[in-house]
């Protein structure tokens, strides 16, 4: 459906959404001339208590090496609150949405299966009980990601950084997750 946005492609805009006190960005997975075909496909991954980001980091780093395994290339940031994106760039053009999202939740049930104890795909609130949770979901026309360096409106505004998998592997390896919080 036809649809009236703000494009910030510049920094005047950029400043002029910040002075509206638009604190958290949110950007699609696709850019406007091409709606229906993705350019990213996403891995929200999102823990549950008592997991928290080092969970989260370990998921990702599980995502990383079967994605690594079929030739495909990930990036990771942090979402600004309590998880972290996983992202694939899609190099090829006219991939549309249902098979990104097909294939994510293919991946989500993959590692739910050989991670039980710390994964889990399924959407059920019930059902994510101190797990991570793979949200395959977000690989679709009508949602959106926290843009990379957004803040999180929340009591003390969080950023949504990209990390290096080095970084990622540092970072869990100490088991500080207060690391990857940066205000």
């Not at 993705?38 to 989260?56: I, K, N, Q, R, Y």
């Not at 294939?103 to 039980?116: L, N, R, T």
């Amino acid at each position: 459906e036809r649809m009236t946005v703000c494009l910030v492609n510049d920094l005047e805009t950029l400043i002029w959404a910040e002075n509206l006190a638009s604190v958290e960005l949110h950007v699609p997975l696709a850019r406007v001339r091409s709606s229906n075909t993705p350019d990213v496909l996403v891995f929200d991954l999102d823990p549950d208590d008592p997991a928290g980001l080092l969970e989260c980091a370990r998921v990702a780093l599980i995502i990383r090496d079967l994605l690594s395994g079929m030739g495909l290339a990930a990036y990771v940031k942090t979402s600004g609150k309590k998880g972290l994106h996983v992202y694939v760039p899609l190099n090829r053009g006219g991939t549309p949405f249902e098979h990104t999202k097909t294939f994510s939740k293919a991946v989500a049930g993959i590692v739910q299966k050989h991670y039980p104890d710390l994964v889990t795909a399924k959407m059920a609130k019930k059902e994510r009980d101190g797990k991570v949770f793979i949200n395959w979901s977000q690989n679709d026309s009508s949602k959106t990601m926290i843009c990379v360096y957004s803040l999180r409106a929340r009591e003390a505004p969080i950023v949504s950084f990209p990390l290096t998998w080095k970084e990622l592997e540092d970072l869990t390896g100490r088991g500080k997750p207060e690391k990857f919080i940066i205000l």
